[in-house]
């Protein structure tokens, strides 16, 4: 009987053992920062640095000027086995269709990011229709926007 006990213990032990390091790597692997998925085929990412206030542990990072984004996509192109280094700047876009804010989400007043043509190599992004931006005001979209792919128009 003391043998069953016994066993039953250590059993316990080494199960309550397993599922304690089991949830910690799951909290630890589930709490990493995951990149965006329009940077999905960059090998490399350079992030500005973070903010720090003590009344937000969660403050956003600065954004570099663009001229320090430039001088640096500049050093780091220089550097020795590196293909290619873009900003990816982003700017305020949003579409006006009929004189209102569009969303395809449904949410009529959403805000959106918009971002340099030439960071769209980084996340692996191909034109399936259409041709890339060649003059200021021309925009590329998705298929969820308001505007038709591969048309020129003023949605």
């Known amino acids: 009987m003391r043998t069953v006990r016994?066993?039953?213990?250590a059993f316990v032990a080494v199960a309550v053992g397993i599922a304690l390091v089991t949830a910690a790597t799951l909290l630890f692997a589930s709490g990493r920062p995951l990149g965006p998925d329009r940077l999905a085929d960059a090998a490399v990412i350079v992030?500005?640095?973070e903010a720090?206030?003590?009344a937000d542990p969660f403050t956003a990072p600065v954004p570099w000027s663009s001229d320090a984004?430039?001088?640096l996509a500049g050093r780091l192109s220089a550097l020795p086995g590196?293909?290619?280094?873009?900003?990816?700047r982003t700017f305020y876009a949003q579409a006006i269709v009929g004189g209102r804010p569009y969303s395809a989400d449904g949410d009529r007043q959403d805000a959106r990011e918009g971002h340099g043509?030439?960071?769209a190599r980084l996340g692996g992004l191909r034109l399936t229709a259409g041709a890339a931006p060649v003059r200021a005001g021309e925009v590329v979209v998705d298929r969820g926007s308001a505007c038709r792919p591969a048309t020129r128009s003023r949605c």
């Open 82 to 88: 590196v293909a290619a280094a873009v900003p990816d």
């Open 69 to 71: 984004a430039t001088a």
């Open 52 to 54: 720090t206030s003590p």
């Open 117 to 119: 043509w030439s960071s």
């Open 6 to 9: 016994r066993f039953t213990g």
């Open 47 to 49: 992030r500005s640095p």
